[in-house]
């Protein structure tokens, strides 16, 4: 479950590259990818 859940995260180009420089930021971006996999 968990390894289909990653494979799915990497589907988002902003996750996969690490576009964000801060840690913050990249935090944000997992965050919205994960709601929007939820909903």
Request: charged share 20%; proline share 0%; glycine share 0%.
């Given at each position: 479950?968990?390894?289909?859940?990653?494979?799915?995260?990497?589907?988002?180009?902003?996750?996969?590259?690490?576009?964000?420089?801060?840690?913050?930021?990249?935090?944000?971006?997992?965050?919205?990818a994960?709601?929007?996999?939820?909903?």
């Open positions: 479950v968990v390894e289909r859940c990653f494979n799915r995260l990497k589907q988002f180009r902003a996750l996969a590259t690490r576009y964000d420089k801060t840690a913050t930021s990249y935090t944000a971006v997992v965050t919205i994960c709601l929007m996999l939820w909903l």
